[in-house]
């Protein structure tokens, strides 16, 4: 069975950073692109960063480019988003997901909430 | 970006209805489009991709259709655990999601 298991959320406050990890089993982690995409309170979802499965290329939202960075570790099958000079927009609950060769996210984990406030 | 505009933003109705749901996008997205379901305080679930194919597990009552840049969701006979925010997904581009439909129980 697939499994995502974000951690590493918390209360931060604005213009400091926090780092998410994602751990995964159930698959083969090395084989998938893996994605982060966050919600906002009551919002909609927002993609927020790709890695492909051998980190060979990686992508970003505008919203978060030049501020967070996504990595992976294939021999931990864990999944990170380092976040800096975080925002009060920023705060959301953040998903991992693994995404298809296509594009649709077919597993999602049961995320991790990250508060950004004074 | 591609922009989807999804609608209606919210949705009343009753059980054994058929309800439907839309999305369309700022240009061609060439059927790079999922839907997705997401239930109170837990984390979507994927419902259909390729804009048509019903993903593994997903009840049949379920179908999407569309093409080009306006794609539907189509809920036959709606029972009561379909209560839930649905959300589409284009991934023709760099991904983005519909703003979601809330829908309930007349």
């Known amino acids: 069975e697939v499994q995502l298991v974000e951690s590493g959320g918390g209360l931060v406050q604005p213009g400091r950073s926090l780092k998410l990890s994602c751990l995964a089993s159930g698959f083969t982690f090395s084989n998938y692109g893996m994605n982060w995409i966050r919600q906002a309170p009551g919002k909609g979802l927002e993609w927020v960063a790709s890695?492909?499965?051998?980190?060979?290329?990686?992508y970003y939202a505008d919203t978060v480019k030049g501020r967070f960075t996504i990595s992976r570790d294939n021999a931990k099958n864990t999944l990170y988003l380092q976040m800096t000079s975080l925002r009060s927009e920023d705060t959301a609950l953040y998903y991992c997901a693994r995404k298809t060769t296509e594009g649709w996210f077919a597993y999602w984990g049961q995320g991790t909430l990250v508060t950004v406030s004074s | 970006d591609i922009q989807m505009t999804q609608s209606p933003a919210s949705l009343s109705a009753s059980l054994g209805e058929t309800v439907t749901i839309e999305c369309r996008a700022s240009e061609d997205i060439y059927n790079g489009l999922a839907w997705y379901q997401q239930k109170p305080g837990k984390s979507p679930q994927l419902l259909i991709y390729?804009?048509?194919s019903l993903h593994t597990g997903v009840p049949s009552r379920f179908s999407g259709s569309g093409s080009g840049t306006q794609y539907s969701l189509k809920i036959n006979s709606l029972q009561s655990e379909d209560v839930a925010s649905y959300f589409c997904q284009q991934y023709y581009d760099y991904p983005t999601f519909g703003a979601g439909t809330k829908l309930e129980l007349k």
């Open positions: 890695i492909s499965s051998s980190s060979s290329y990686i």
């Open positions: 390729n804009a048509n």
